[in-house]
């Protein structure tokens, strides 16, 4: 599996973009990268995905570098309901048996 | 409404005394699985099921049971609970499809048991 590399905190002013990022240099060519944030203790929530290009949708942008080894999540307009844990994963492929959340980052939107 | 809910949410209890935490799911989803969340270690796999009765150990089986009897359920047992499993606990489910083209874009989690063992 791919191991990935977010900073542990991540602090982001009311209404600017939010730019989380993600180092994933083991990657293989057929894993996605996902991300998914958990609000408080509650069940985490998917975001987006992506494999090559940049995706994007009605929460968040995700632009993967060329190289895949690493990539960023955009909240174009942070709010302070954003504030969350934010985990990049990359997907196991053919088993699809495990599905490893690292620490991720802590987004702290203040006014 | 897509659900997927556990109970308990909260529960305290004493070393050794046996425990389920249910887990059921509205969605026909074949692949369920258990996590639980400690601070500083993330969200690691405890247990999985491709199927009703396929269950496969995730990253921290020990100390834990599952069954699959049926195709919405998925408990978590803990035979003889101890302090060191003390957590926040999460059920998962996906359709088998996505689960094994690694596509984990369409897993739903459950709201979370807190677990507290004396």
């Known amino acids: 599996d791919a191991k990935t590399t977010q900073p542990p905190s991540m602090d982001c002013a009311e209404g600017r973009a939010a730019n989380l990022p993600c180092n994933h240099s083991t990657i293989s060519g057929n894993e996605y990268v996902y991300w998914y944030r958990q609000i408080h203790s509650q069940g985490p929530q998917y975001i987006i995905h992506g494999l090559k290009n940049n995706e994007t949708n009605e929460m968040a942008s995700l632009i993967i570098t060329e190289d895949r080894k690493s990539s960023t999540l955009i909240l174009p307009h942070a709010t302070l309901r954003d504030t969350a844990v934010y985990y990049c994963?990359?997907?196991?492929?053919?088993?699809?048996?495990?599905?490893?959340f690292g620490t991720g980052t802590q987004l702290k939107v203040e006014l | 409404e897509a659900q997927v809910t556990q109970n308990p949410r909260y529960l305290i209890t004493v070393t050794g005394k046996k425990l389920t935490v249910t887990c059921s799911q509205n969605m026909n989803h074949e692949y369920m699985s258990w996590y639980r969340q400690d601070p500083g270690l993330g969200l690691r796999q405890i247990y999985y099921?491709?199927?009703?009765?396929?269950?496969d150990k995730g990253d921290v089986p020990e100390g834990y049971k599952v069954s699959r009897k049926e195709k919405r359920n998925f408990p978590l047992i803990l035979e003889s609970p101890s302090p060191n499993q003390t957590s926040l606990y999460f059920c998962a489910t996906m359709p088998l499809i996505l689960a094994l083209q690694g596509s984990y874009n369409e897993q739903f989690f459950g709201p979370g048991t807190r677990l507290t063992v004396l």
């Open positions: 994963i990359v997907g196991v492929t053919g088993g699809g048996n495990k599905l490893t």
């Open positions: 099921s491709m199927n009703v009765e396929v269950t």
